[in-house]
């Protein structure tokens, strides 16, 4: 646990009650369907281009894409290579015909086109993944600052969320388009200053171009992969191809970003928000994988802990394992002398024979850290071993009468222990490597910035989540099924009430979510297992006119069972299931619309 100044404190505590306070204020008192969902209106263009950066934007981007870079490199960039392309058939094909209806969602177009099963699938659908996503942006800020402030992530979760729930119940989306344009602020003012500072604690003798230098010996700087490596997430033709489908159908079909643009003054404002966004992601994207990689150069020059977790590093270093562990900091630090020495020394020659070494040593670091990794899981494995062995040994005594409620409770305190060891074995540490930095290299008062940045993110982002599930549930479901018009005041107070639910399900999502690999990876996996189909649905309702609803119904529904067996299955990286899932679809329903004409014929 790390100890923040009293600086830190007020900065961070006045940050986000000014955001929170300045939204609710603003924006009180909206009493109509169209300013309450769609912000009466009124946005400019950068309003636009600043509100959909920012609800893609999330705490996750600035935890795990500076932990993606800092282990991997600049090639997750590639992942965004598609969002220009998207950006302009949106512009093109999109925001033209939702402009030209005057739609408060996205699937309204298609109950239009096909009918209402179809609208309400697709409805169903984004609510499902968006409401896993909503959770995880709670909880990818409330991992770290658990840890930060020794405060129970799910008291954090809490907070977070209530700061949400506040300014966007009380105004809508104009409240979280008000927000998200002070949040931008402060996270473009917070990256800024964290990659100058970075680059100031570099040994004075390293400049700028040396440093990349140094980044690139040991393969930090390989942007660009034209390999059709099927193994390799990251590559030019991932992000071109499944990386387009995958913004299409995030920015085009999403209540989330479609809810941002709907709210422009007119369709150009619209169309040059969204092409301001084209313009501008690419490069901030570019710029926070950055940071990344200059913090891993900050490292070759100072001591980089074996783990940047410390919770977990305490762990092992109480256990049995507590030798080894040493043993292998000690080996840690004779490498570091080496890798010092080298870097240094590479700055001043570029010697092509250096950048070699360099790439070998960074090799060896890397197995330790792997090899750390394994002792802390042993240490937490050992920790839990004798209530494992205990309560399997009672329960293996109770097997005879398994429907007795002496072997459903042992069952129930099994599992319960295999929840609670799996929170304590967090050896993945990408996620925690920038917040660690911060905390233990930056200066007072700017981490208290850097914590608002990474806080004001996770709330732009499950803001308008929370909106666009609130719209989707009030428009889409609720207001679409009832048998008599309930009235503009009404529909009002039903939006704020699914808000509100929308946001208690997220903080039960953030408390009940789990460490993954990569929390980054994880939001854009839970996108392209639904995003694909969603879009295929759309692109049959916009270029097949002749296809019934019937047939896309059926096709929207076998397509959604195959692409989740084959994520369940890694059949392909997961970018690619955005292109899958949308052939698929198309493929599935016109195959269905043939066949039924075939047997209409016959009979």
Request: include cysteine; aromatic fraction near 12%; charge should be neutral.
């Amino acid at each position: 646990m790390t100890k923040l100044e009293w600086i830190d404190w007020l900065v961070l505590i006045v940050t986000l009650l000014a955001i929170v306070g300045y939204g609710t204020w603003k924006t009180r008192g909206r009493k109509n369907v169209q300013d309450y969902v769609r912000g009466g209106n009124t946005s400019k263009w950068w309003t636009i281009g600043l509100s959909v950066m920012a609800t893609q934007a999330s705490a996750i981007t600035f935890l795990s894409t500076t932990g993606q870079a800092f282990t991997d490199g600049m090639g997750f960039v590639q992942f965004y290579f598609g969002l220009p392309i998207a950006m302009v058939i949106i512009c093109i094909v999109f925001i033209p015909l939702y402009h030209r209806l005057k739609v408060y969602t996205a699937y309204e177009f298609l109950e239009n086109r096909f009918d209402l099963k179809t609208r309400s699938l697709t409805a169903i659908l984004f609510l499902i993944q968006r409401g896993l996503a909503a959770g995880i942006t709670i909880f990818a800020p409330a991992i770290i600052l658990s840890v930060v402030l020794g405060i129970n992530i799910v008291y954090l979760n809490i907070i977070i969320g209530i700061l949400v729930i506040i300014y966007t119940v009380s105004g809508g989306t104009k409240a979280v388009t008000v927000t998200q344009k002070q949040q931008m602020f402060v996270i473009f003012a917070g990256m800024l200053a964290a990659l100058f500072i970075t680059l100031n604690m570099i040994p004075d003798e390293v400049s700028f171009t040396e440093a990349l230098d140094i980044a690139g010996a040991t393969g930090k700087m390989e942007v660009l992969d034209f390999s059709f490596d099927l193994e390799n997430r990251y590559t030019v033709w991932t992000g071109l191809l499944g990386g387009t489908f995958l913004m299409l159908s995030y920015f085009g079909t999403d209540q989330s970003q479609v809810q941002r643009y709907l709210s422009g003054k007119s369709m150009k404002e619209m169309q040059m928000g969204l092409l301001f966004n084209g313009l501008f992601k690419v490069p901030m994207q570019f710029f926070i994988l950055l940071c990344g990689v200059m913090v891993f150069v900050f490292y070759q020059f100072n001591p980089a802990p074996l783990n940047f977790i410390d919770a977990s590093t305490e762990k092992v270093l109480q256990s049995e394992y507590r030798n080894d562990y040493i043993q292998l900091q000690e080996k840690q630090n004779e490498l570091f002398s080496e890798k010092k020495t080298i870097s240094m020394q590479l700055a001043e020659s570029h010697n092509p024979a250096l950048k070699q070494q360099l790439f070998s040593l960074d090799s060896i670091e890397k197995t330790y850290r792997a090899e750390s990794k394994f002792l802390i899981k042993k240490a937490i494995d050992s920790e839990y071993a004798s209530d494992f062995n205990r309560l399997s040994n009672e329960l293996e005594a109770l097997r005879a009468n398994p429907t007795s409620d002496a072997f459903i409770a042992k069952s129930e305190e099994l599992d319960t222990l295999y929840a609670d060891a799996a929170k304590d074995t967090q050896t993945n540490d990408r996620d925690y490597m920038f917040i660690r930095f911060i905390l233990k290299h930056l200066p007072t008062g700017l981490i208290g910035l850097l914590l608002a940045v990474i806080l004001s993110a996770a709330m732009s982002s499950t803001a308008s989540e929370i909106n666009a599930l609130a719209t989707i549930s009030s428009i889409d479901l609720y207001g679409r099924n009832q048998k008599e018009d309930k009235g503009e005041e009404h529909m009002v107070k039903m939006t704020k009430w699914f808000t509100l639910m929308w946001g208690v399900i997220a903080i039960i999502i953030a408390c009940v979510a789990d460490l993954a690999e990569n929390l980054i990876q994880l939001v854009n996996i839970i996108g392209s297992i639904f995003y694909g189909n969603v879009l295929g649905i759309f692109l049959l309702a916009f270029f097949f006119k002749k296809l019934q609803a019937n047939a896309v119904f059926i096709a929207a529904l076998i397509t959604q069972v195959i692409v989740i067996i084959g994520w369940w299955f890694d059949w392909m990286p997961y970018l690619w299931l955005n292109l899958f899932g949308c052939v698929l679809v198309i493929l599935i329903a016109n195959s269905i619309q043939v066949l039924t004409k075939k047997t209409d014929l016959n009979v």
